[in-house]
């Protein structure tokens, strides 16, 4: 599977789950919270939040959004091939 992390003005392409863990850590740092604040804001538990830094392929997206939320993050789909998609 190719992993890739490439930004677009504020736009991020995630093509892994490893690439959205990758993100929820950045973002959470950046924000200046352990992975314990961030659990708690989101309504889940640390281990929630490292295995999605790790890029655990069976987190519940439900708590991944709700996580997301917290970040001020949000997930965009767009189709395959649609216009200014970088992938």
């Known amino acids: 599977m190719i ?3 490439s930004r677009t003005g504020s736009k991020t392409v995630l093509t892994d789950v490893a690439v959205l863990g990758s ?3 950045q973002a959470r740092k950046a924000h200046g919270l352990t992975q314990a604040d961030l659990a708690g804001l989101a309504g889940t538990g640390p281990r929630f939040i490292s295995e999605l830094e790790r890029g655990k392929v069976s987190v519940e997206l439900g708590k991944v959004l709700d996580v997301l939320a917290v970040l001020g993050l949000r997930l965009l789909l767009v189709e ?6 970088d992938g």
Do not use: Q
Request: hydrophobic share 50%; net charge positive; proline share 0%.
């Open 3 to 5: 992993t890739k992390l």
């Open 23 to 25: 993100a929820v850590r």
């Open 80 to 85: 395959a091939g649609a216009a200014g998609e």
